[in-house]
């Protein structure tokens, strides 16, 4: 089968024929439909997150299950899956209590290359390739556990569907489940890619009471407008905090910063009024810090962050497949252009200069 694989950072990704091993105990093989185009594909590529080479990259797959391996019991074939960036164990402490969005599982796993057993079923020419957060689907196929595939509705476009695999599910649970959003709050959002415009729909779906989006690309902005914002501020024209104060007179209820740029965490700090909770969503460069008065603790001003938007994955997904068809999640519109996987560094290239929100290759 055909896959992108990545032997060297800051090289382009190669295309070319891989060897994928058949699906073992808890497994299942799943034909892709879609991978999302995401920024966390590029932080690897770039070699700013640490992850052994080669690896055929890909964490934001939706598929149709064609086979499964032995002890499976949540699927079967001719199921429509998206596949999740994390997996999830089902047995830790925070899986046990609701959060499986905070299982520290796959973090190992992703950093060895391996699936959840920490082997691999990804070879070329007799040498092992490394899978990337346990699933790799920059690939014609993949090999997953059962519990990095969730079965949703099989109406559903499965080239829309896969967004909900990381990046978007990320801007919707930042809003809804960490943030708490209630109906009339207000709410900025700092940074209109994939994962901000995610924030931007949820937060209108959720009923905020000034929503208010920030970013330098006023085409991104136009794209807020559309989606649900009532302001939109450029920071190359007005200082978005002090602009926040005045909208909101006095502070937003709450903050999200989707970019992983510390100077705009502190912005987004600053944006949010006594009380108000900051959520950081962004993904910052390992090693960097963020600093700010300790003053603003004393007056209640929460920041957290928000890990894959606190999602449960077995419960949320199918839900937002249901809003998505019952047309009040709009995210098929985060997507800008689709890729055949040749193009896959055509599409790379697209999303780091900011051409497109989102891109998806489409099998
Ligand atoms: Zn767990
Ligand atoms: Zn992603």
Not at 117 to 146: C, I, M, P, W
Not at 190 to 200: H, P
Not at 278 to 305: D, N, Q
Not at 334 to 358: H, M
């Amino acid at each position: 089968m055909k896959a992108a694989v990545l032997y060297e950072n800051n090289k382009p990704v190669k295309v070319e024929d891989v060897v994928l091993d058949e699906p073992q105990n808890q497994e299942v093989l799943v034909r892709m439909v879609a991978t999302g185009v995401c920024h966390t594909d590029l932080h690897f590529v770039k070699g700013e997150m640490p992850q052994p080479l080669p690896v055929v990259l890909g964490h934001e797959g939706a598929g149709v299950v064609e086979k499964v391996g032995t002890n499976v019991s949540t699927l079967q074939p001719g199921d429509h899956v998206v596949l999740m960036v994390a997996y999830s164990c089902g047995k830790c402490r925070y899986c046990v209590c609701g959060q499986p969005a905070m299982c520290p599982e796959w973090l190992g796993y992703h950093m060895m290359g391996t699936l959840p057993d920490a082997t691999k079923r990804l070879h070329r020419n007799g040498e092992d390739l490394n899978h990337f957060f346990s699933q790799s689907s920059f690939a014609e196929y993949a090999v997953v556990h059962e519990r990095s595939a969730i079965k949703i509705r099989k109406d559903a476009p499965l080239e829309t569907m896969c967004l909900l695999g990381c990046g978007t599910t990320t801007g919707i649970g930042s809003v809804l489940n960490t943030a708490g959003l209630r109906a009339g709050d207000s709410i900025v959002i700092y940074g209109c890619g994939g994962v901000g415009l995610s924030a931007v729909i949820a937060a209108n779906l959720g009923g905020a009471g000034k929503l208010i989006a920030v970013d330098t690309n006023d085409i991104k902005l136009e794209k807020a407008k559309e989606l649900g914002a009532d302001y939109v501020i450029n920071p190359t024209q007005e200082d978005p905090p002090q602009r926040v104060m005045e909208i909101t007179n006095g502070g937003a209820d709450h903050a999200i910063e989707c970019i992983g740029n510390t100077n705009v965490m502190a912005q987004a700090f600053a944006s949010i009024h006594a009380g108000g909770k900051c959520v950081i969503a962004g993904m910052a460069p390992m090693g960097a810090m963020v600093s700010t008065a300790p003053f603003e603790f004393l007056l209640g001003k929460t920041i957290t962050g928000s890990v894959q938007g606190h999602i449960r994955a077995a419960v949320d997904v199918p839900k937002y497949a249901d809003l998505y068809m019952a047309g009040k999640l709009p995210i098929d519109k985060l997507v800008s252009k689709y890729y055949a996987l040749e193009q896959i560094n055509e599409a790379f290239g697209a999303l780091e200069k900011g051409e497109i929100i989102r891109g998806v290759v489409r099998f």
